[in-house]
């Protein structure tokens, strides 16, 4: 994976060149705590309509409650989304499209893991790799006809991580796949169906999948490389799609423990989505409190 320079974002704050206004529609995925919630609320601070979605109604209200505490101009509205739930994609979209109508930005952030710090378990491989994988997949194919084209401000930022990279791959086919330049959503899901089959038949161990969090790892490792495809296919239509890692941050996923805080890892989220049309590349992925590093996918 090329490694080179490019910091148009994690050497300033928020970007100061305001493209948007409050008309511009952003959506994020798992957002009634942690980085989502914080991500909410720096797009929202800056002048967006943001949509706020949760599994959970109550912790969604909750946090549309904390967000709007003394900030009663702000443009944030809960949706209950469970992108785990092909059926709650299908109703979320439905009423996104009667309501709004258009988007520019979806941030893909809602992800489960099972595993605690030391851990390595692969029980709920199959829940991970829906939520993960899936999940963002079937959300972003049900949207792509609301995303504005016209201006090419349009953007998909996927919450990955440095663990679904393609160097933590020991198998050499899949590896080689990976790296093909004409690698296939078909080619992705076929990895994915492999790895799951592996988990069943208990033999994914010598079979050189990523060593750290090995279900989360290829449900990250997944979204990446479908990441690729998309940017590929959209180059040229107006939609941008990058990745961005925000690193080891404190979350409930890491039950609190990490380098930095979910506002930390948020801001810089929130400086690349926002980036201007004019700057934003599509298919990096973005290393958060690394400056300047950025990976092509």
């Keep these: 994976m090329e490694v080179k320079e490019h910091d148009p974002f994690l050497s300033s704050s928020v970007s100061s060149t305001r493209w948007w206004t409050k008309d511009t529609v952003a959506i994020v995925t798992g957002a009634n705590k942690g980085i989502g919630f914080s991500l909410v609320k720096q797009l929202a601070e800056s002048g967006l309509t943001v949509i706020?979605?949760?599994?959970?109604?109550?912790?969604?209200?909750?946090?549309?409650?904390?967000?709007?505490?003394?900030?009663?101009?702000?443009?944030?509205?809960?949706?209950?989304?469970?992108?785990?739930?092909?059926?709650?994609?299908?109703?979320?979209?439905?009423?996104?499209?009667?309501d709004f109508g258009v988007l520019d930005i979806?941030?893909?952030?809602?992800?489960?893991?099972?595993?605690?710090?030391?851990?390595?378990?692969?029980?709920?491989?199959?829940?991970?790799?829906?939520?993960?994988?899936?999940?963002?997949?079937?959300?972003?194919?049900?949207?792509?006809?609301?995303?504005?084209?016209?201006?090419?401000?349009?953007?998909?930022?996927?919450?990955?991580?440095?663990?679904?990279?393609?160097?933590?791959?020991?198998?050499?086919?899949?590896?080689?796949?990976?790296?093909?330049?004409?690698?296939?959503?078909?080619?992705?899901?076929?990895?994915?169906?492999?790895?799951?089959e592996n988990v069943k038949k208990g033999t994914w161990k010598s079979q050189g999948w990523p060593e750290i969090w090995t279900d989360y790892a290829v449900s990250k490792l997944a979204?990446?490389?479908?990441?690729?495809?998309?940017?590929?296919r959209y180059k040229d239509c107006g939609i941008c799609v990058n990745c961005f890692c925000p690193g080891f941050t404190q979350t409930s996923m890491t039950r609190g423990k990490g380098a930095h805080t979910a506002a930390d890892a948020a801001e810089v989220g929130a400086r690349l989505a926002l980036l201007p049309p004019h700057e934003l590349p599509t298919g990096k992925f973005y290393i958060g409190f690394s400056p300047g590093i950025v990976s092509k996918l």
């Design 106 to 196: 979806l941030v893909n952030n809602a992800a489960v893991s099972f595993n605690d710090i030391h851990e390595n378990s692969v029980e709920h491989a199959e829940t991970v790799i829906k939520t993960n994988f899936y999940g963002p997949k079937l959300l972003i194919e049900a949207l792509l006809p609301m995303f504005r084209r016209s201006n090419s401000s349009s953007r998909i930022l996927n919450i990955s991580s440095r663990l679904g990279s393609i160097n933590k791959m020991k198998n050499p086919t899949m590896k080689e796949m990976l790296l093909s330049e004409n690698l296939s959503e078909e080619q992705i899901e076929g990895m994915v169906n492999t790895f799951l």
């Design 52 to 98: 706020l979605t949760a599994r959970d109604v109550e912790r969604g209200c909750k946090a549309i409650e904390q967000l709007r505490n003394g900030h009663g101009d702000l443009s944030v509205h809960f949706y209950r989304l469970d992108v785990s739930d092909p059926a709650s994609i299908k109703s979320f979209v439905s009423q996104f499209e009667k």
């Design 223 to 232: 979204i990446n490389a479908y990441s690729r495809v998309l940017a590929r």
